[in-house]
């Protein structure tokens, strides 16, 4: 998840085209902050490592829900989206549709935890339906996953590039220097998956595809958010910028984090 949680903090102070649209930047500006992306991803590697391995979907979506509130509500001002900030306060939340990048932002842990591109998207699925219900949420969040589960696995980045385009019908044929000048904040789905999924095919190592990312401008710190975190699958994360991950969230994030970097181990050998 470190590859998720340092794309958030880098593309922090980039969000709203904030930036020059640059790969040239300080990496720490002063104003790198996590924000609900970080949040969420916590809370949702939480909620699948609290489920038995063979639990079943509603108790898997059970698990997600109480995460999702518990940690959203524990830091309610890392930016959550309007209706997403409702959904927090109530007793029974139901999910409302959204084809928001939110389910995709926050997707990281599911894309380590299965055994099986299978059900690498039912976990992906299961994590987004209980508020990003709309066919374009699931979808974001099964592609970043399946993306994760590939690149983790060894796939090339042309396996990965075919299996996303063949089964999510995402256009992946625009380079980034196509995309740049006329994208555009924008928090959909199906408007910031294809490009961070391009950002990563572009980066020639994990701070490049960071860089790549940024450069792109839009929802920055969800787009880079989730290149980050099928860069980390790919490349790996240097150790030094694991450090400075772990120094920039609070300690109960840490925890589940490094929680979920043991068990990562164990399943992964």
């Not at 640059?22 to 002063?30: D, G, R």
Request: aromatic residues 8%.
């Amino acid at each position: 998840m470190y590859g998720a949680i340092l794309g958030d903090i880098i593309g922090s102070p980039f969000e709203f085209d904030r930036g020059n649209k640059t790969k040239e930047f300080e990496l720490f500006s002063p104003g790198c902050e996590f924000t609900d992306d970080t949040v969420m991803t916590i809370a949702v590697a939480e909620a699948l490592m609290n489920v038995e391995k063979d639990a079943d979907d509603e108790t898997i979506k059970e698990s997600m829900v109480k995460s999702l509130k518990y940690w959203g509500r524990k830091h309610p001002d890392a930016g959550y989206g309007a209706r997403f900030g409702m959904w927090l306060l109530l007793e029974s939340p139901e999910p409302y549709n959204s084809c928001g990048n939110g389910s995709a932002m926050r997707v990281a842990a599911a894309g380590w935890m299965a055994d099986t591109l299978e059900e690498t998207r039912r976990l992906a699925r299961l994590s987004a339906e209980v508020t990003h219900n709309h066919p374009e949420g699931i979808k974001g969040a099964e592609a970043t996953a399946a993306a994760i589960f590939m690149a983790r696995n060894g796939s090339a980045k042309e396996e990965i590039k075919r299996y996303i385009i063949e089964e999510f019908d995402y256009d992946l044929s625009r380079t980034c220097d196509e995309i740049r000048p006329t994208y555009y904040h924008t928090e959909l789905c199906q408007q910031t998956v294809p490009e961070a999924i391009t950002a990563f095919m572009e980066g020639s190592d994990f701070e490049d595809v960071i860089r790549t990312a940024v450069s792109l401008g839009g929802d920055c710190d969800t787009l880079t958010c989730i290149a980050g975190s099928i860069a980390e699958a790919y490349y790996g994360v240097p150790d030094e910028l694991k450090e400075e991950a772990k120094t920039r969230i609070e300690s109960d994030m840490r925890t589940v984090l490094e929680s979920f970097d043991d068990m990562r181990r164990l399943i992964n050998g």
